[in-house]
Every structure is written in C-alpha cells, then in structure tokens.
C-alpha cells in the first residue's frame, strides 16, 4: 500500500511540473509574458521544443507545444518588448541546453 502511494504521489508531483505550453493571442490569457531573446546569454531560461508531449520536462526548459488550450500547463503570450516580459527565452536546437539560466524566474512555470 505505501509503495503504491509513493509510485502514485511521485506520478502526480511530475505531471505538476511538466511543460506543456499552448501560446494565447491575447496577453490576459497568459500565464506568463515571454520574451525571445537573440543570445543564450540574455536569457533567464534556454527552451528546447519536445516534438512529442511525453517528452516535456519538469520546469527544466523542456517545452512541448499543445494544440489545445485545456491540454496545457501553461499559458504563455509573446510580447514585442523585453520590458513587457515576466521571462525572457532563447530557443536552442539542443536540448543538453535547456535549463534556468536565472533561477529566480522559475516560480513563473511552477
């Protein structure tokens, strides 16, 4: 009976955290405000797009785009100014770079 807890609260604590982001047209629909960035080194996280949703992270950068509002852990609304954003991004093509370059935004994605 405890292993079953333990397997059942370890199951439900990562699908807490998990990163699946659908983007909204209007910036009240958002979550968080997010800002692409041109260098890895502006940025607070360093994404990498997931081409499939069991392979989204846990707040580590790991991000799978879903095609419906409802299937999402996030909202998330790009902004055209840096100013406007809660969190600024940069997208790799690697996904051994993703990761919290400013650990102090992470709250944004809990």
Known sequence: MKSLLVVLGITIGSMAFSQKVFTVDYKSDADVKVFVVDY???ADLVVYK???KSDAGNNDGVWFFVD???DADKKIYFVDYKSDADVKIFFSTY???AGWKNSSKKH???
Do not use: Q
Request: no cysteine; proline share 0%.
């Open 40 to 42: 890895k080194s502006d």
């Open 50 to 52: 997931a081409s499939y």
């Open 68 to 70: 419906y509002k409802s």
């Open 95 to 97: 996904k051994s770079d």
């Open 108 to 110: 944004y994605f809990y």
